[in-house]
């Protein structure tokens, strides 16, 4: 079956480390998306990519950074920039092409969620 | 900018009751309209959608979404909740450049 698989589950992160999440579809979409849940905030947006090797920056971009090399593959790296990285971290994608303005329904992973040590 | 209001943190119904949940939205065009539900610890899986057309959308799980142009709402109803419906509920409207502008959400507790 098509999906987005999210890994790890669960991560923790030390002081001053980069940690990296991964996320991968194989729904043949272009666009992808990286979001934040904070409890009460709703879904905030990080950063997304319209198609290979282009991504924007979301609402929320400072500390984090992404990489677009693969279609199916849009990683996201928590640095130690980011101050209050705690929280519950959800990948997208979409079908939609460059200028469908949001017409298409994004298809969510299940998460990570990561915690300080 | 485009933005979603949910007014509604918290709502708790009775097995069976009926249910509503409001959204309004702000967004200069004719929006793009989604309702998302997740479960604790997962992702969100997509309820409904409305795009053009018929002013009452149909999804999955029983429900249904009204768009009221008038009210800038995107209400959410179901006619009768089952304690499986425990979840919380995010409105969504379509910006430019793909993205989707998410409300809080609301957290809907069922009781028996």
């Known amino acids: 079956d098509g999906g987005i698989t999210q890994s790890p589950k669960y991560l923790f992160r030390k002081e001053g480390q980069n940690v990296t999440l991964s996320c991968e579809q194989n729904?043949?979409?272009?666009?992808m998306y990286w979001y934040r849940q904070d409890p009460g905030q709703g879904l905030r947006l990080i950063y997304y990519?319209?198609?290979?090797?282009?991504?924007q920056k979301g609402d929320i971009a400072e500390g984090y950074s992404v990489s677009r090399e693969k279609k199916e593959s849009f990683p996201l790296t928590v640095t130690s920039a980011q101050k209050n990285p705690t929280a519950f971290y959800l990948c997208?994608?979409?079908?939609?092409?460059?200028?469908?303005?949001?017409?298409?329904?994004?298809?969510f992973g299940d998460g990570t969620r990561l915690s300080i040590l | 900018a485009q933005s979603v209001t949910q007014p509604d943190i918290h709502i708790t119904v009775s097995e069976g009751a009926s249910l509503e949940l409001r959204c309004n939205y702000s967004?200069?065009?004719?929006?793009?309209l989604f309702w998302y539900v997740q479960s604790p610890g997962q992702g969100l899986q997509l309820l409904l959608k409305?795009?053009?057309?018929?002013?009452l959308v149909q999804g999955i799980k029983g429900f249904e979404a009204e768009f009221k142009r008038s009210q800038s709402s995107f209400n959410l109803r179901k006619p009768s909740v089952h304690w499986s419906d425990a979840a919380e509920y995010f409105c969504?409207?379509?910006?430019?450049?793909?993205?989707?502008?998410f409300g809080a959400g609301t957290i809907l507790r069922v009781k028996s």
């Open positions: 997208a994608s979409s079908i939609d092409r460059l200028g469908d303005r949001g017409r298409g329904a994004q298809h």
């Open positions: 729904l043949n979409h272009d666009a």
């Open positions: 990519s319209q198609i290979v090797n282009d991504f």
């Open positions: 967004y200069g065009a004719t929006p793009y």
């Open positions: 409305y795009f053009s057309g018929d002013t």
């Open positions: 969504a409207v379509g910006a430019r450049g793909n993205k989707l502008v």
